[in-house]
C-alpha cells in the first residue's frame, strides 16, 4: 500500500477511472452500444434494432465468419505444430545454432505484417509454387505471423520444465519418442492450450497481411468489416465486430477451460 | 559412448531440420525475393534505380517521418499511461483489481482496429462528443473533428498498445518487495520518492523491454491508420498497401517494404539485446 490517507486514495482512485473507463471500457462499450442502434447523433445511440444482426445471419457475413473461424483453425494447429517441434528440436542444438533457430522463428514478430503479405504476393505469384488468389496463402500467411507466439510460448515452458521427469523416465529405459509422448507433451499442455488460444485470438483479427492478398472467394471478417465501414455502413460494421469479438472470447474462455482442466491432471 | 555422441548430434540436427526447412520456404525466401525484387528496374536489370526514385517522392518521405513521429509519440503516450495505470493497479490497489488484470488481457486479444472503429462513435461527426457539444451549446456541428488527422491515429495507437506496456510491468511490480516500500515510507520518503527511488529502478527493464515493443508494434501498425481512411495520414505499412494493390506498383512496394523491415528489424534486434543483457546483468544496464 503506497498512499495511506484514505483521502489521497480516493483521489488516486477518482484520477485512475477517470483515465481507464473512457479509454479502454468505453470503446468496446460503444461498439456493443452501436451495433444495436440505426443512428447517433446525441449523447446515446438512437433507433434500437436488431436489424444488423437479422442482415449479418443473411448475407456473406456468415461466410466470412466461417472463413475467419476455419482460417484461424488451420493456422493455429500448423504454428502449434511447427512452433512447439522447433522449440523442441533447438533444445537439443548447441548454444550458438539454437540461438539463430530462436531468433529466426521470433523474426515474423518484427516484420510489419503488411511486408509478411507483400512477400507472399511476390514469392507465390511465380513458379514453382503458384498460391496467389487461393485460400491456402491466406492460411499461410497467419500460420507465419501467429508461429512466432507459439513457438515462444513453448520454448519459455520448456525452460521452466523440471529436467528430473525428463530424466528419470529416460532413465527407467523409456525410449525418446515415447518420453516426449508421455512424459513432455503432457506437461506442456497448458502452455500448449495458452499458445493455441493466443494464435487463434490473433489469426481471427488478423488484418494487415489479410488485405494484400485475399481471394475473393476467401474473405476473412475482418476485411468484411474494413469493406463495410468503408462504404460508410458503420452501425452494420460494429455489428460484425461484435461477431469478431463474441466469437474470439468464447474461443478464448474453452481454452481457459481446457488449460485448467489440463493443469488439474 | 565417444562415438555416439557426434551421431547424436547429427539426428538432433536432422530433427531441427524439417521446421526450419517450412520456415525458409514460407518466410524467409519470399522475404529475400522482396529485397531482390527491391532491386529489379522496370527494364529487368538490377541496380540501386528504383531506391533512387522511391526515395525522391515526397509521400515516401512524407509517410516515413509520419511512421516514426506517430510510433514515438504513441510510444511515449502508453509508457507514460501504462505506467501510472499499472502503478495503480499494483500499489493502491482496490476491490476488483484482478478482474481488471484480466480485462486487459482480453483487450490484447482484440484486434487494432476496433479502436479506431470506437472512436468514430466516441469522435466521429456523428458520435457521443460531438452530440453532448451540439445539445449544449444547440450549435450545428461540435468541434471535435480531429480523427482523420495524425492526433487521431496517435490517440488510437496510445489506446491499444498502453496494455502492452501494463502487463510486463504489472509482472514486474508483483516482484517489488512490500518491505521495502514500508522501510521507505517509515523512513519518511513521500510516496513520488518511493516510486522513483525503489519502485521504478526495479521495474526498468521490463518498461524499457514493453517500450521496444511497443515502438517496433506502432513502426509496423497497418490496421489502424487503414481504418482512420485519412488520405493525408501515410505511414510506411499503408504506403506499401498503396503502392502494391492500390497502383499495382510491386517494385516500389517492395522497397518501401524493405525500409520498413530494416527499421523494424534494426530496433527489434535492438530490443533483444537489451533484453538479454538486462536478464543477465542486472538493472543498471537497461538504461544504456
Known amino acids: 500500500m503506497l498512499v495511506h490517507s484514505r483521502r489521497a486514495r480516493w483521489a488516486v482512485w477518482t484520477v485512475f477511472f477517470a483515465l481507464f473507463l473512457p479509454l479502454f471500457a468505453l470503446p468496446l462499450l460503444v461498439i456493443v452500444a452501436a451495433s444495436f442502434a440505426t443512428g447517433w447523433s446525441g449523447v446515446l445511440p438512437s433507433g434500437a434494432t436488431l436489424a444488423h444482426y437479422q442482415d449479418l445471419a443473411r448475407g456473406d457475413s456468415l461466410d466470412a465468419l466461417i472463413t475467419s473461424l476455419l482460417t484461424a483453425l488451420a493456422a493455429s494447429v500448423l504454428a502449434l505444430v511447427a512452433g512447439t517441434w522447433a522449440a523442441l528440436a533447438a533444445e537439443r542444438l548447441p548454444r550458438r545454432v539454437r540461438r539463430i533457430v530462436d531468433g529466426l522463428f521470433l523474426l515474423p514478430v518484427a516484420v510489419p505484417s503488411v511486408a509478411v503479405g507483400l512477400s507472399l504476393l511476390v514469392a507465390f505469384s511465380q513458379p514453382p509454387v503458384l498460391l496467389n488468389g487461393t485460400r491456402q496463402i491466406v492460411i499461410v500467411a497467419h500460420t507465419v505471423l501467429v508461429t512466432a507466439f507459439a513457438h515462444q510460448s513453448v520454448s519459455a515452458a520448456l525452460a521452466r520444465l523440471d529436467p528430473a521427469y525428463e530424466q528419470s523416465a529416460a532413465g527407467l529405459g523409456a525410449r525418446p519418442g515415447y518420453v516426449l509422448r508421455r512424459v513432455k507433451l503432457p506437461l506442456l499442455l497448458p502452455s500448449l492450450t495458452a499458445a493455441a488460444g493466443l494464435c487463434f485470438a490473433l489469426s481471427m483479427g488478423e488484418l494487415s497481411a489479410t488485405m494484400m492478398i485475399y481471394p475473393p472467394d476467401w474473405m476473412p471478417l475482418p476485411v468484411q468489416i474494413f469493406a463495410t465501414t468503408d462504404r460508410g455502413a458503420l452501425f452494420a460494421g460494429a455489428a460484425l465486430a461484435v461477431v469478431l469479438m463474441a466469437a474470439t472470447l468464447l474461443v478464448l474462455l474453452a481454452v481457459s477451460r481446457i488449460r485448467t482442466r489440463a493443469s488439474y491432471r | ?288
Open chain 2, 1 to 288: 559412448m565417444a562415438s555416439a555422441a557426434p551421431a547424436a548430434r547429427r539426428a538432433h540436427t536432422l530433427w531441427a531440420l524439417p521446421p526450419v526447412a517450412a520456415l525458409a520456404l514460407v518466410f524467409l525466401y519470399p522475404l529475400a525475393l522482396v529485397v531482390w525484387q527491391s532491386f529489379t528496374s522496370e527494364d529487368g536489370g538490377h541496380s540501386t534505380a528504383p531506391y533512387a526514385a522511391v526515395l525522391a517522392q515526397a509521400s515516401f518521405r512524407d509517410a516515413l517521418a509520419n511512421t516514426v513521429l506517430i510510433a514515438v509519440g504513441a510510444t511515449a503516450g502508453a509508457l507514460v499511461l501504462g505506467c501510472a495505470l499499472a502503478l495503480v493497479i499494483a500499489f493502491v490497489p482496490f476491490p476488483g483489481g484482478r478482474a481488471l488484470g484480466r480485462f486487459i488481457d482480453v483487450f490484447l486479444a482484440f484486434p487494432s482496429f476496433l479502436i479506431t472503429l470506437a472512436l468514430l462513435f466516441l469522435y466521429g461527426t456523428v458520435g457521443i462528443a460531438n452530440g453532448l457539444w451540439t445539445q449544449a451549446t444547440g450549435a450545428a456541428s461540435g468541434p471535435f473533428d480531429f480523427l482523420h488527422t495524425p492526433w487521431g491515429v496517435l490517440l488510437a495507437e496510445v489506446t491499444y498498445f498502453t496494455p502492452f506496456v501494463m502487463r510486463p510491468l504489472l509482472a514486474a511490480f508483483a516482484q517489488v518487495e512490500t518491505g521495502q516500500l514500508e522501510a521507505a515510507s517509515s523512513l519518511g520518503a513521500r510516496p513520488r520518492q518511493v516510486v522513483r527511488k525503489v519502485i521504478l529502478p526495479e521495474a526498468l527493464p521490463s518498461l524499457a523491454a514493453g517500450g521496444a515493443l511497443v515502438l517496433v508494434m506502432c513502426l509496423n501498425e497497418f490496421g489502424i491508420v487503414l481504418f482512420t481512411g485519412a488520405k493525408d495520414v501515410v505511414t510506411l505499412p499503408v504506403l506499401v498497401y498503396t503502392k502494391a494493390i492500390l497502383d499495382g506498383d510491386y517494385t516500389g512496394a517492395c522497397v518501401v517494404a524493405v525500409v520498413n523491415i530494416a527499421l523494424s528489424v534494426a530496433l527489434y534486434a535492438l530490443y533483444r539485446c537489451v533484453a538479454a543483457r538486462t536478464a543477465a546483468g542486472g538493472v543498471r544496464s537497461a538504461r544504456a
